[in-house]
């Protein structure tokens, strides 16, 4: 008996210590169970529970995650309310580097895939750039705007920043000089994404003023307007060959909360939508065809759901349910495996793409 009771004690969980607490080294992996929602042959929605091996890590972050954006195939960096950026190895669960210069949240960052290089936008109206070689000092500063910095990307030739901000504004940097090449300003476009087209010198750009438009970055000037929606875009994305955007947008209650689907070719006509979210959507990627078995959509929103979409039908393929995280924040392909997604209250999650049973998502890591 007493054997028995000495085995069932090592047998429990450790106490996990509070996500925004400081923790020493790694936690050990434990069970974790989670819902799940997946579409069968048959249309109907069938609710799992599933229980995997699932691994905490120390965070990367003290505060809400506000962004997260794969830098390579090992390390993403995020960054929060905390007002640092961090460069995270996700296979090992190490913190590779810390960098500190914002005065206040950060709210978008920008990665020069397969390079060490990336940027970061703030609250603080400034934008940093970075170099993961390099020391923790910025390695330019980029000020321009009035109001917080809500938009950031880079050309794919990597010479160029766009950036936008609640200002109105849209900027183009010289990334080589820092210096500000084009501004451009329209009435009530308080910015709230931007993304550079593949191969295209052009910049898809989200509003609160619940419209979509695609900028021109030679001269910077507006090439199109999509239709007006209905509620706010809070996000975009645009395919890997350049043909296609998605939007996503605000909401309640299911009313909103959703995805279009738009043509950036010569028609631009919305394509499809993506409705079943009962939050507002923050952020929405197109999944590599290399991870998923067809054209899919992702979608992470405030109701703390990460959706995969049928791209073409607009079906829903599965719903992952991360309980107790908060709204979801951002979301982000990590390789062809992986995906990663940043919450409130739970840091940044490790999904891992499963195909066995058709397309499923689980949690497999916290940090």
Request: hydrophobic content about 35%; proline content about 4%.
């Amino acid at each position: 008996m007493l054997r028995l009771m000495c085995r069932l004690k090592r047998a429990l969980p450790q106490k996990v210590p509070c996500r925004f607490c400081p923790v020493m080294g790694k936690l050990q992996s434990k069970f974790k169970h989670s819902t799940y929602k997946c579409s069968r042959p048959d249309g109907f929605i069938e609710e799992r529970i599933q229980t995997k091996a699932f691994q905490e890590y120390s965070p990367a972050h003290v505060d809400t995650v506000s962004v997260v954006a794969a830098l390579n195939s090992d390390l993403c960096v995020s960054g929060g309310k905390d007002k640092t950026v961090v460069a995270y190895n996700w296979r090992t669960g190490n913190v590779v580097k810390r960098f500190k210069g914002h005065e206040r949240e950060i709210t978008k960052i920008a990665c020069i895939y397969k390079s060490s290089q990336f940027f970061s936008a703030s609250r603080d109206k400034t934008v940093t750039m970075w170099d993961l070689q390099s020391s923790s000092q910025p390695r330019q500063r980029f000020s321009g705007h009035t109001m917080v910095v809500t938009g950031l990307t880079v050309s794919p030739d990597s010479s160029q920043l766009c950036t936008g901000s609640r200002d109105n504004t849209l900027l183009l940097w010289d990334v080589g000089t820092g210096r500000c090449a084009e501004s451009a300003s329209v009435s009530r476009n308080l910015v709230t994404h931007l993304c550079w087209v593949p191969r295209e010198p052009y910049v898809l750009q989200t509003s609160e003023d619940k419209t979509v438009r695609l900028w021109d970055s030679r001269g910077l000037q507006v090439a199109h307007t999509f239709p007006t929606q209905q509620h706010i875009q809070t996000h975009c994305a645009v395919s890997e060959d350049g043909h296609k955007c998605v939007s996503c947008s605000s909401g309640f209650g299911g009313e909103g909360c959703g995805a279009t689907l738009w043509d950036l070719r010569q028609t631009r006509n919305r394509i499809c939508e993506y409705r079943g979210h009962f939050q507002t959507v923050a952020s929405c990627i197109f999944l590599p065809r290399a991870l998923a078995s067809m054209p899919a959509i992702a979608t992470s929103s405030h109701d703390c759901k990460v959706k995969i979409w049928n791209q073409d039908t607009g079906a829903c393929l599965f719903t992952l349910s991360l309980d107790g995280s908060g709204p979801l924040t951002s979301l982000a392909v990590a390789d062809t495996i992986y995906l990663l997604c940043a919450s409130f209250s739970r840091g940044i999650h490790l999904l891992g793409v499963d195909h066995s049973q058709g397309l499923e998502l689980r949690e497999v890591a916290a940090f």
